[in-house]
């Protein structure tokens, strides 16, 4: 089973699920008020499209950034699998600050509060990874998520995160011996 740690930014994936609706709403209007085989063809094909661009935020919208599962950090970085990090690989979560790489402005001029996941420096395999540039970055043994793309980011959750990572590495390690 896994463990949720830290969410999605529900706010912005709602807001984009509002294009889908339109078109979908909009193809449906039209659909239903034509009987032209024509435009009955290109309002299927928006309602197909709409419907897809539909299932494609809300599947972002049920993806957690960080979760847990089996003695491994989750981290969903990637538009596929997320990548899976044994525990006794995480060693602490800190807030950082940096680009919010949002649609439609220039890269680096605005900033956002980032999570950041340290790695032990002697796994050196977890030490670089490629992952979606908006959601995050895999360098030096930081995993940083860009806070544009979770829940909000406050000491609270960080120190809820620090608790929980101790709390399962504590227990795998207590299962390892």
């Given at each position: 089973m896994t463990e949720i740690w830290l969410r999605s930014n529900r706010r912005v994936l709602i807001l984009g699920l509002v294009p889908g609706l339109v078109i979908c709403g909009a193809a449906i209007g039209i659909l239903l008020q034509t009987s032209v085989?024509?435009?009955r063809?290109?309002?299927t094909a928006a309602l197909a499209g709409g419907a897809v661009l539909?299932?494609?935020v809300f599947r972002q919208l049920l993806r957690p950034?960080?979760?847990y599962s089996d003695g491994?950090?989750?981290f969903y970085l990637r538009a596929n699998e997320p990548i899976a990090v044994p525990v006794h690989v995480v060693e602490a979560f800190f807030l950082g600050?940096?680009?919010a790489y949002l649609p439609g402005t220039v890269e680096d001029s605005q900033e956002t509060v980032n999570l950041v996941a340290r790695l032990s420096q002697k796994e050196t395999e977890w030490q670089r990874l490629e992952v979606k540039p908006a959601l995050g970055r895999w360098c030096e043994g930081y995993v940083t998520i860009r806070g544009t793309w979770c829940?909000?980011?406050?000491?609270?959750?960080?120190?809820?995160?620090n608790r929980r990572l101790s709390e399962v590495s504590r227990e795998v390690a207590g299962q390892a011996s």
């Open positions: 085989p024509t435009l063809y290109l309002s539909l299932g494609l950034r960080v979760a491994n950090v989750l600050q940096g680009p829940e909000p980011l406050t000491n609270e959750v960080i120190r809820r995160l």
